[in-house]
């Protein structure tokens, strides 16, 4: 049985390094009258070309064109200083994340460089099949806007990722986190293209993946801003042909998951558009997607942007009281709320395209040329503390408006008391190390 397991592998992989696999070919002849002769050109292995019970030895020959390096337990306790505390970058549902070093004497061929080494909780809700679905996607799909997968770990029970570092942590972080800075229109407006780039190239792949767990934290930034998609755990296979979904237990993370799917389990290309529409969302009103700590009609940020989006008079009432005046072009947040509208419709069918979304995000970029950047300056205050101040450029330093005054601020930006100095807006990104969940950097 083993034997045969591995022989099917081993063909897998020569088929993976031809560009078809065995089972894709099956799979393609069976349902040859349904798929268009485009999609008969698959180079992906699918996750279902894997059984759960995938070997060791089976993963990684049929990965064997992925470039993915296989780390041993040891290696990986080595780089990360024993998954020390202080290495820790943060928790989610898979488990903890530790910052680590790797260079050549680890592996031939492996740059010096800082990674982020993601170990399975054991006693933990996610396993083996999370962890199957980040190796298989990620270890094939290479694009800018994706996270970069460098290798894992298959060791008795652990499962370990090992990604490219991140320098600013989670979008999740900035947006919401205590004591850090508010992120400036432009960098916004950035992340919003970059990660609706990783989304089309997911939907306009030769065979499409549907990312199912669109949301702020699973968007890393790195030191530019520059937006990848990250945690394909939940990932699936898009609909082939004419199908227009498939049908899926019902996963992902409530207040971005579309309301279709939810009902219905139907998931397509159009539910990572609504979960989009709902960053977006975030993007422009710095509120987080469900809050619990707000009054009831406002807990669903959804429910509560909607009626305004539509409306360009009534923008000002759910941008970002942070985003303050002149800060942000009127114009591009118009544009952006009413695509953020379009993407939330209730209608899959009437959420755009996500190159659409792509195109009217970029377009929007253009209209930011002439607003003005905040600078960012801390003052000393009698206590010892440091105050956040705005400033425009060539003026004394001016209070920033009182948190409470605008009636939609939430006291998440109510301590803006730092311990570090810094300048400058630019200057802060720059130096500010990033916060994590758990607080290290
Ligand atoms: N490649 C990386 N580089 C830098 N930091 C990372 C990287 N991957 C994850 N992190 C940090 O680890 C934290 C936990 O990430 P993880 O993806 O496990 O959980 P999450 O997205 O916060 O929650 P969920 O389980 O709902 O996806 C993130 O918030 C991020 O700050
Ligand atoms: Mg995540």
Redesign the pocket.
Known sequence: MQQQKTRVSWLASLFFLCGVHPSSEKKMNMKKSRVSEKQLSITRLSFSDFGKSASPKDLSSSLVGSNLHIFTLAELKLVTRNFSNTNL??????GP?YKGQVDEKLRPGLKRQTV?V?LLDLEGMQGHKEWLAEVIFLGQLRHTNL?KLIGYCYEDEHRLLV????ER??L??HLFQKFVPPLPWKARMRIAVGAAKGLAFLHEAEQPVIYR?FKA??I?LDSDYEAKL??FGLAKDGPLGDETHVSTRVMG?QGYAAPEYIMTGHLSARSDVFSFGVVLLELLTGRRSVDKNRCRREESLVEWAKPHLRDHRRIYRIIDPCLLDGNYSTKAAQIAASLAYQCLSHRPKSRPHISTVVSTLQSIQDLDVDIKEPVIVYVATEDGNMLLKEETKNKDVVEPPAINTNRHCHKRRGARYLKSFSYSDTALYRNCPTR??NGRA
């Open positions: 970058l943060g928790e989610g549902g898979f994340v982020a993601k996270v990604y490219e570092f991140m942590g989670s999740e972080n767990d934290s699973n890393l990250s945690d993370t994590r969940r």
